[in-house]
């Protein structure tokens, strides 16, 4: 089973603040996603990447920027949080080849 | 833009009862469909995939396709408490933007 993990699982930071979100896979994918999921709009995506050093942008990326620096590893930055940043992220891994997404177990963010 | 409707937002059944959950896309040249289901505290995990018209069944599951109607269906016969979840229905036709639809809130009453 692939294997997806997020960091911190659990985050409350002040309106301005800086905020990173971490995110490995050790599955030898080589996409990896943010979403972010909030009721009543399912799973947006906010960026993506298809390899180290590679950055796309989703359908909301407005307020985040993210880094792949490894095939591991795709990080999402929160600058300067607001309170509609406050929400479930996720990330996820994809093999392109069945097209299945490995989701991790989420991080919760709260922006006071 | 490209875009995936589900429905119900939320459906109970009874333990042993057949749950329908559906899906209406707005892009005709969509045709490559996932069924994803979350329970709580946990993170999305895919169900089954489906791309041809017609059925496909893996043990109580069975998605429908009907691309000449823009639908795609999941049925779940013999529904237990453990398929409580949030299902999501995401179209996964252009590479590398898999677009989810709101998902459809499932609660299975012992």
């Known amino acids: 089973e692939a294997a997806v993990t997020q960091s911190p699982r659990n985050k409350v930071t002040v309106t301005g603040g800086n905020v990173t979100l971490s995110c490995r896979q050790t599955n030898s994918h080589n996409y990896m996603y943010w979403y972010r999921q909030d009721t009543g709009h399912g799973l947006r995506l906010i960026h993506y990447?298809?390899?180290?050093?590679?950055?796309q942008i989703g359908d909301v990326p407005d307020g985040y920027k993210a880094t792949r620096t490894t095939q591991e590893d795709f990080f999402l930055l929160l600058e300067l949080a607001s309170p509609s940043q406050t929400s479930l992220y996720f990330c996820?891994?994809?093999?392109?080849?069945?097209?299945?997404?490995?989701f991790g177990e989420g991080s919760k963010l709260t922006v006071l | 833009q490209q875009k995936v409707q589900q429905s119900p937002e939320s459906l109970i059944v009874p333990e042993g009862g057949m749950a329908s959950l559906n899906c209406t896309f707005s892009d005709r040249n969509s045709q490559y469909f996932w069924w994803y289901r979350q329970h709580s505290g946990e993170g999305p995990k895919a169900l089954m995939?489906?791309?041809?018209?017609g059925d496909k069944k893996e043990g109580r599951f069975t998605a429908h396709l009907n691309k000449a109607s823009l639908h795609v269906s999941l049925h779940i016969k013999d529904s237990q408490p453990s398929d409580s979840a949030l299902y999501f229905c995401a179209d996964d036709t252009n590479a590398y933007k898999v677009i989810f639809g709101k998902g459809t809130h499932l609660h299975v009453l012992p």
């Open positions: 990447s298809y390899g180290a050093g590679n950055l």
């Open positions: 995939s489906i791309f041809s018209n």
């Open positions: 996820a891994s994809s093999d392109r080849g069945t097209g299945q997404l490995y």
